[in-house]
């Protein structure tokens, strides 16, 4: 079991092989954290596809819109939705995007992050100061590191559930 110092603040990612314990990081990135535990409460990222996948690279899902839908003929479709709130803001830190911290995923607008995130599988330093990281995996990090390749998956790995660890 993971030591989990702040149960309001850790996330639970339950995956098929096992859970993924995430410290959020609230004093780096309120907002971000905030809305992943705010979706996390409300369901919406459970059943959601890991809909782009690069080896040696990152693990990237949260995509509320449309990365739920059974038919894989469309997951092409994940990865360009969000949330039905606000963008968030950035709020880039001088964090590194180490092995696996977890980072907003947005489009070339730096505020233009809502519910779609990734989990690095390596040190992805050109990634610092431009993408915001908000957490960090501290149990399960071997869970991540064996979800289906591919942009998208042919048979993509989903989040079973995501839970914040103060409701669990």
Same mark, same amino acid.
């Given at each position: 079991?993971?030591?989990?110092?702040?149960?309001e603040n850790t996330i639970i990612i339950e995956l098929?092989?096992?859970?993924?314990? $995430?410290?959020?990081? =609230?004093?780096?990135? =309120?907002?971000?954290?905030?809305?992943?535990?705010?979706?996390?409460?409300?369901?919406? !990222?459970? %059943?959601?596809? /890991?809909?782009?996948? $690069?080896?040696?690279?990152?693990?990237?899902?949260?995509?509320?819109?449309?990365?739920?839908?059974?038919? %894989?003929? %469309? $997951?092409?479709?994940?990865?360009?939705?969000? *949330? +039905?709130? =606000?963008?968030?803001?950035?709020?880039? *830190?001088?964090?590194?995007? *180490?092995?696996?911290?977890?980072?907003?995923?947005? *489009?070339?607008?730096?505020? &233009?992050?809502? &519910?779609? /995130?990734? $989990? %690095?599988?390596? +040190?992805?330093? /050109?990634?610092?100061?431009? !993408?915001?990281? !908000?957490?960090?995996?501290?149990?399960?990090?071997?869970?991540?590191?064996?979800?289906?390749?591919?942009? =998208?998956?042919?048979?993509?790995?989903?989040?079973i559930s995501m839970k914040v660890a103060a409701d669990?």
């Amino acid at each position: 079991m993971a030591d989990i110092k702040d149960p309001e603040n850790t996330i639970i990612i339950e995956l098929q092989d096992g859970p993924v314990t $995430i410290e959020l990081l =609230p004093d780096v990135a =309120p907002q971000h954290c905030a809305r992943m535990k705010e979706l996390a409460r409300a369901g919406a !990222y459970d %059943n959601v596809c /890991f809909h782009r996948v $690069i080896d040696g690279f990152m693990a990237q899902t949260g995509d509320v819109a449309n990365g739920n839908m059974e038919n %894989n003929f %469309n $997951i092409r479709a994940a990865g360009t939705g969000g *949330s +039905d709130h =606000p963008n968030v803001p950035a709020e880039f *830190s001088k964090l590194p995007h *180490s092995r696996g911290t977890i980072g907003a995923a947005r *489009s070339a607008n730096p505020d &233009s992050a809502n &519910s779609q /995130f990734f $989990i %690095n599988f390596k +040190d992805n330093d /050109f990634l610092n100061g431009q !993408y915001t990281v !908000y957490g960090r995996v501290i149990e399960g990090m071997e869970h991540v590191d064996n979800i289906a390749r591919g942009e =998208p998956p042919m048979n993509p790995d989903r989040m079973i559930s995501m839970k914040v660890a103060a409701d669990a």
